[in-house]
C-alpha cells in the first residue's frame, strides 16, 4: 500500500540556499509546502525568482505579506545604502532585525496547521555575511522553542527545524545546485539589484554567490545588471 508523503514547511526567500534547500526537502521524500514572506523588501525581483522556483519544486506555495518597513533597522526595508566595498567584520546593515526568528515563527505556524512537523531553512554558517540568526546555536534553540510554544509540541508530535546547508560552503551549496539538476540561475541573491532586476556584482550577497560557483569550478548563472 502506497502511502503518502510527509509535509515539510520549507522557507524560499528566491534565493540559492533556500532553492537547494527545498530541492533537498523533496529529495528526502517529502511534500514541500513553500513559504515566502514578502516582507517589504526593496526589490521585488526577489520574490519573482521565489515564484519561479516554487513553481518547479514546490507542493503549494503561500506567500505571506509582512510588510517589516514598519520595523525598518536594514539596509534592505528602509533607505539605507546596501554596502559594496567587500565583506567586512561584524554585523552588516544588511541585517534584518530578528529575520530568521520571525520567518520560522510564521513556518512554524503554517506547519502546525497544515499537520506538517517539519521545516526547512536554508540558513549558512560558513561563508555567510555575520547574520546571528544563521548559526546552528539558533536553530537548536528555535526547535526547541518549536516544542515549547506549540499545541503540537506539548502534545508529543514534535518538530524538526533542518537546516542542511548549515556546515556547507558556498561553493558546496552550488555544487549542489548542479548535482540536483536545478536552475540556479532562476534563483536571486543580489541585495541591490539594477532597474533591469539583474544583479549589481558588488554587494556581500552578490560577492559570496559568485566565489562559490568560481569556487566549486561552476560556470555562474546570475544575470548581472547592464552597465
Known amino acids: 500500500m502506497q502511502t503518502s508523503r510527509p509535509t515539510a514547511v520549507v522557507l524560499l526567500s528566491g534565493g540559492l540556499d533556500s532553492m537547494v534547500c527545498a530541492a533537498l526537502a523533496r529529495a528526502a521524500g517529502y511534500s514541500v509546502v513553500a513559504l515566502t514572506v514578502d516582507y517589504g523588501q526593496r526589490h521585488r525581483v526577489e520574490l519573482d525568482a521565489a515564484t519561479a522556483i516554487a513553481a518547479r519544486l514546490a507542493d503549494r506555495h503561500v506567500v505571506l505579506p ?3 518597513r514598519a520595523f525598518g533597522g536594514s539596509a534592505l526595508t528602509a533607505d539605507l545604502a546596501v554596502p559594496k566595498d567587500g565583506v567586512g567584520e561584524g554585523i552588516p546593515v544588511t541585517y534584518v532585525p530578528a529575520r530568521n526568528t520571525i ?3 510564521l513556518a512554524l505556524g503554517l506547519a502546525e496547521a497544515s499537520g506538517a512537523r517539519d521545516l526547512f531553512v536554508g540558513v549558512n554558517a560558513l561563508d ?9 546555536e539558533f536553530v537548536a534553540a528555535f526547535e526547541s522553542l518549536a516544542n515549547l510554544a506549540t499545541k503540537a509540541g506539548v502534545e508529543g508530535e514534535g518538530f524538526t527545524i533542518h537546516a542542511p546547508l548549515q556546515h556547507m560552503t558556498k561553493a558546496d551549496i552550488a555544487r549542489e545546485a548542479a548535482r540536483l539538476g536545478l536552475d540556479a540561475g532562476l534563483s536571486h541573491s543580489c541585495y541591490d539589484p539594477g532597474a533591469d532586476g539583474g544583479a549589481c556584482g558588488e554587494c556581500d550577497a552578490c560577492r559570496l554567490r559568485a566565489k562559490g560557483f568560481e569556487d566549486a ?3 555562474d548563472p ?3 545588471a547592464a552597465a
Do not use: A, I, K, M
Open 66 to 68: 509582512l510588510d517589516l
Open 103 to 105: 520567518f520560522l515563527s
Open 128 to 136: 555567510y555575511s555575520g547574520y546571528p540568526d544563521c548559526r546552528p
Open 217 to 219: 569550478g561552476l560556470p
Open 222 to 224: 546570475t544575470r548581472y
